[in-house]
């Protein structure tokens, strides 16, 4: 039996409007049969405005085939406004959609118009527990990030969604320590998006997040996701580089250095590049090149020669850039 709506007498009343009707194109989409018949029908019932029940399902099968029909989902919303149908039902029922077509923007497009809707910070919470198994399957797709911030600041509700998300970062850092977009997150949660409560002693935040930061380039010196928040920190609170280049030059080494006889001394606030880590790592080079820079004077040599290394040995892929470095530092001194 045909699944055509055209062979469906429940859509009879419709006028199909095809999508070439009267227009002869010289390189025409060779769409299914299904999807043509389908959007020929969704046509119709846009010139004619209907919102209904059969419109949504028209819709939903429209959507399974193009996640990224925006009019379908455009269409669907003001659907489920005019029916007034029970939107957190409405949002239950695209879970299904969202894990298959999570890197479809119009699906997150759609739960946002829902959840303003909704202005609910309870059914909020519900969503950044359904975006944890989103992101457990793809912990790096941007539209679930940007969604997840937007749920936040839109709420901004301390104790029922702020209050988790750190814990939550330092769980995903932990199963990949190398997850730029965790570590920008991080970011946007301590710092971008305001003081936190509990965080209202910045000097203390500071020194905590420099501290993590630290631990995890220790970890995985060669990771430009920790350097790079490093670099953030200190760039956000207007702390000077040098402040850090006790801690940077063991990593700019050949060789990890000599520990010291009594391995119950540690440095907490300058950790060691772990065992077997491969040096020099180019983040900490470039770190220690700009350090140098800032200082200006006779400084600017010992970045010039750091570049050189990079553009010539180290990092040749970036030659080009740190040949600009060079010449740029040079004009200006």
Known sequence: ????????????????????????????????????DATDYFRGIL?????????????????HMNPAHYTAWQHRYKTVMSLKLPLDAELELMDEVAMKFLKTYQVWHHRRLLLTALNSP????????????????????YHTWSYRQWILVHFNDEVGLWAGERAYIEELLEQDV????????????????????????????????LSFAKEKIALAPNNPSAWNYLRGAL???????ASVSSFVE???????????????????????????????????????????????????????????????????????????RIRDALQAA
């Not at 045909?2 to 060779?30: C, G, H, K, M, T």
């Open 1 to 36: 039996m045909s699944e055509l709506l055209a062979d469906d007498p429940e859509w009879a009343d419709v006028v199909p409007i095809r999508q070439y009707e009267n227009v002869n194109p010289i390189a025409p989409v060779f769409y299914s049969e299904e999807y043509k």
């Open 122 to 141: 309870a059914v909020a919470a519900r969503e950044l527990e359904f975006l944890k198994s989103v992101l457990c399957a793809d912990a790096k797709n």
């Open 47 to 63: 010139k004619t405005g209907e919102m209904s029940m059969r419109v949504l399902k028209l819709t939903e099968r429209i959507i």
């Open 250 to 324: 063991p990593y700019t080494a050949e060789q990890p250095p000599q520990r010291g006889m009594d391995e119950d001394v540690v440095d907490l606030d300058n950790p060691l590049p772990s065992e077997g880590a491969e040096l020099p790592c180019v983040a900490a080079l470039e770190f220690m090149a700009d350090i140098y820079e800032k200082q200006g004077a006779d400084a600017i040599g010992k970045a010039v020669k750091i570049w050189k290394s990079l553009a010539n040995e180290k990092d040749t892929v970036r030659k080009k850039y740190w040949e600009y």
């Open 235 to 241: 760039e956000y609170t207007n702390i000077p580089f």
């Open 178 to 209: 190398r997850n730029n977009s965790a570590w920008h997150h991080r970011f946007f949660v301590v710092f971008s998006s305001g003081v936190r409560a509990g965080d209202e002693e910045r000097d203390q935040v500071l020194r905590r997040e």
